[in-house]
């Protein structure tokens, strides 16, 4: 049986007595009721160097004191301060050198009064040694075939000496789980030892394009058909995301095919996608599929442009995406509804894109009966974040979304927008992200 | 023969006579210097899913218009708008409805005077119809087994249709090479049938590390050796730039082996770095390989803190660092000299980090000789950038880079900051970057 003659006689038959009317819930609603089922995901170890920009799955705490051992910041002659008390430019003092120590080294001799040892920057003080002097506040000579060195000055205890502990304590707790690994959390890692790092497992998103005019990218076009952008579009933002995908192609037109795909696929990942396929027209067949699977559809409509017919569905606790099959509403769709799951199974504690103010450098005319989001490019002027439209601003527009940077929100409700004006925008490249949302700030 | 007594009495030969003075210079000069030698990597072809975040290495040119036909944006019906001209509220005007077609279909029917064809949103316009009817706007019903529909308000040719090439005209310029790839780019890529894509191949980058006492990661800690964060830590931003990267291990301390090492491992690598051992330490052998490899050492000394000793090389075009030993000026040198070459050879026209004012949340009372990056945490606050140190401000302090997101530049000559004052800062984690070095804004 062809789904498409089913769904659409389905359709038919109701046309004009109870014509399905979608009630839109508003945006902020619409992410909460989402983010209830956003779960912290299963973890991994990865070996040190492939930790970068991945999340933290434990605590970072100090297992040691850092340095981890009083140590010389400078080259020069680790001495007992005491020795140099009576040093002056008219009492020059005279100190037996009795060894030499490198970083990584430690001397095996005690250092007795008027004594020192000749110490490289990075290298443990000698137990009995209080105080370093500097290379070039000293002399050198030898006499009878033994090193001696003199200072003109003295010193007090703790001169020159990074103690142990003084940068960090053991114990210290460093770096919260949930954090993105950087190269400075790597360095501390590697301090602490970590050869092996415990992540956060990337969550595994799959996708299908649904849409009977859509090409793969290796197929020459056809009149009538355009290739499938979004699903390529998607697998970025799943990737930028921190998470990673599995691509099913296209389905098909048949509704049994299509169900037994996405009910084996579900099994697969932890999140499923489909792009198209969600609007109320006659060939949109996954309100059927999510029927067909018993799935509980959170919503079907929301008060967004572009983006009003992003459906979000939930099955034993896995989420079903149905983004638009409109490549800029697909794009938003991911953005605000997707992105903050993926970076909660992370363990992120700021799962949310970063909301900011930022000046508008153009008129926006339009009215926005619905909140508006609006794909913007925004630079740096002056210390201030300005922000233009990064392209015609109509939802099929492709090209628009390659510049864009970030997403302008303009409320519902509002009558339009000058240049100069004050407007929230959301960093769409930015890693930092924030536990806030930008409607409830 | 041990390196380490080789070198130490080639120094101690010369201390007290001509102790090795290098001369410092400007920090602006340096990058220029070492920027000299940045020049473009070659390229290779990677799949369109594992495009993201690599560089453009060709522009992205409009293969074909988009849309390709013209089509319909809205469920309804396709008409000859010059049928519906006497539409009205009191005159309906009926079409005979003689297809139906879907989104990637064609209709293979003419159609003709007050005929009308059933249209899927993206479907491609019927040849002779030059306007669509949305389903709401129209009455369907059916007459001796034929369907109709009829309309009571008249259509302008041209409305609801999205004409062909109206979004992009086919070698319409899209994306400039050098351009990072972002899932807009990939949409793009997608759209004009980029199975393949050709990008910018990721530097490889060799490093070293060197110091007598570093430990690996996965060795114990033992009295006076610390463990090996640099390496690390340089992984994570040789990947944060783009590159990729070799970890060669820790040089030992024979001269020879050494030299043959770094000498075979500059064969294998596009540039190569070294961690430590740049000092004029009596343990500091860097120097001594530069000259036996005959490399032509760019500079030994900056004008900046931390990093003073960065130290860069060049041999037959090809670029050796010898970044510092100590942490923050490691990182710092990594950011400032590598980086931009990184996003060079990567074909990026904007490979310096980016710059912006941001406002100084608390004092640094600290004068500045010389130059000074100080590791920050920078954060929006009404629109406005403002930043804090992100931890001490001593130079072998890990701890500050893991929160660290961009670097304070505190211009060499200034006496020490206050709250409020404003700074200039570069962000770590913006991938944008700038053509313009901060320091020549």
């Known amino acids: 049986m062809c789904l498409i003659n089913w769904y659409y006689k389905k359709v038919e038959g109701v046309r004009g007595l109870t014509v399905e009317t979608r009630k839109p819930i508003p945006v902020k609603e619409a992410i909460r009721k989402v983010m209830k089922f956003a779960e912290i995901g299963s973890n991994e170890e990865v070996l040190l160097p492939d930790s970068y920009g991945r999340y933290l799955a434990e605590d970072l705490i100090a297992s040691h004191d850092v340095p981890p051992f009083h140590k010389s ?6 001495i007992r ?3 140099s008390k009576e040093a002056s430019q008219l009492n020059e003092i005279e100190f037996k050198v009795i060894d030499e120590i490198g970083a990584g080294f430690v001397t ?6 008027f004594e020192a040892v000749r110490i490289m920057t990075g290298a443990q003080m000698p137990y009995e040694c209080d105080a370093v002097v500097m290379l070039e506040l000293t ?8 090193k001696y060195m003199s200072i003109k000055r003295s010193f007090r205890s703790g001169d020159n000496v990074s103690f142990q502990g003084e940068d960090t304590k053991k114990g210290t707790p460093l770096v919260e789980k949930g954090t993105r690994i950087n190269p400075g959390v790597q360095a ?6 970590y050869e092996k790092v415990r992540v956060s497992k990337k969550p595994l998103i799959g996708i299908f394009a649904t849409g009977t005019e859509l090409l793969e990218v290796n197929e020459p076009l056809v009149p009538g058909k355009i290739r499938n952008s979004n699903a390529y579009m998607v697998q970025g933002q799943v990737i930028r995301s921190g ?6 192609g296209k389905l098909n037109d048949q509704l049994d095919e299509c169900f ?6 579900l099994d697969e990942v932890d999140i499923l996608i489909t792009t198209g396929g969600v609007s109320v027209g006659d060939y949109d067949y996954l309100p059927a599929i999510y029927e067909r699977l018993g799935a509980n559809v959170l919503f079907n409509k929301i008060g967004m442009r572009p983006g009003s017919v992003t459906t979000v569905a939930e099955l034993n606790g896995k989420l079903l995406f149905g983004l638009s099959g409109n490549p800029s509403a697909c794009y938003v769709g991911y953005e605000l509804f997707v992105r903050p799951v993926v970076k909660t199974m992370l363990r992120s504690y700021t799962p949310y894109l970063q909301s900011v103010d930022a000046i508008l450098e153009e008129d926006f005319p339009k009215p926005n009966p619905f909140t508006r989001f609006v794909r913007g490019a925004a630079t740096f002027k002056e210390g201030h974040l300005v922000v233009k439209t990064s392209g015609l601003d109509k939802s099929n527009v492709v090209t628009s979304l390659s510049g864009a940077n970030v997403l302008i929100v303009l409320p519902g409700g509002t009558r339009g927008f000058t240049k100069g004006d004050k407007v929230t925008i959301l960093l769409l490249e930015e890693e930092q992200g924030t536990n806030t949302l930008w409607a409830e700030k």
């Not at 501390?188 to 030892?193: E, M, S």
């Not at 998470?243 to 099913?248: G, S």
């Not at 037994?260 to 696929?265: D, G, Q, S």
């Open 243 to 248: 998470a990673t995908f599995r691509y099913f």
């Open 188 to 193: 501390l890692l590697a301090t602490f030892g």
């Open 139 to 146: 002399k050198e000579y030898e006499r009878d075939g033994k």
């Open 73 to 78: 910041p400078y080259d020069g002659f680790a």
């Open 108 to 113: 095996t001799k005690k250092v007795g009064p």
């Open 260 to 265: 037994e795909a996405i009910k084996n696929a």
């Open 81 to 83: 301060a005491i020795d």
